[in-house]
């Protein structure tokens, strides 16, 4: 694949394009080449379905630095965090407590897309896939969602 000052070449044929953004993959954090963590084949830091780096005791990893077992979709999102970090502390305490540490967390994605004006709703489980038609609704629920979200810290 390459880019050119006017069009996306790709193996399977080109388009044109009046504006390129590209994203590169993610891969794990510079400094995790320092460390013996195991690593997925993306740099990444592996982790099992309870949040667990295998082989390590009590290390756990959450968010954008793991690689976790499940669907090729699931989203590297600040909300699959969140469920990541509740299971991953759910099971440092019960660890802690010698108990079993078995607590998983939910796969979904759950975005709006915010156009400033407008918003488009996209939700993705297990079992449901679901695109909404932007609506201005949207973007306020957004805001309403991020003013609720910090509050707590705030
Ligand atoms: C443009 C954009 C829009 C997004 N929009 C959404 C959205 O609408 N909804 C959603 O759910 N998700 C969204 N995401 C994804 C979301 O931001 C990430 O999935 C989420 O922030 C991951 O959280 P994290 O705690 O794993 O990592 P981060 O939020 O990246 O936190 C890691 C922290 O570690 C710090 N750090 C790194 N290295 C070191 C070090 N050596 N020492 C100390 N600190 C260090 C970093 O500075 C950073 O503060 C968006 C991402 C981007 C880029």
């Known amino acids: 694949m390459r880019f050119d000052a006017d069009r996306v070449v790709t193996e ?19 400094w995790f080449d320092a460390t013996d963590l195991p690593r997925s084949p993306g740099g990444l830091v592996q982790a099992d379905a309870q949040c667990r780096v295998p082989g390590r005791e009590r290390v756990y990893v959450v968010g954008d630095s793991g690689s976790f077992p499940g669907p090729d979709w699931m989203p ?9 970090a509740a299971a991953a502390a759910a099971n440092l305490l019960a660890d802690l407590q010698g108990k079993a540490s078995n607590e998983t967390f939910k796969v979904e994605l759950v975005c709006i897309v915010d156009a400033i004006d407008r918003g488009t709703l996209v939700f993705r489980n297990l079992r449901r896939n679901l695109l909404l038609p932007s609506a201005r609704v949207f973007h306020w629920a957004k805001r309403a ?10």
Do not use: S, V
């Not at 080109?14 to 891969?27: K, N, R, S, V, Y």
């Not at 590297?76 to 990541?84: G, R």
């Not at 969602?145 to 705030?154: A, D, G, N, T, V």
């Open 76 to 84: 590297k999102q600040a909300h699959m965090a969140d469920l990541q």
């Open 12 to 30: 399977g044929g080109e388009f044109p394009a009046d504006l390129i953004l590209f994203m590169p993959g993610m891969t794990g954090n510079a």
């Open 145 to 154: 969602f991020e003013w609720k979200y910090l509050r707590r810290y705030r």
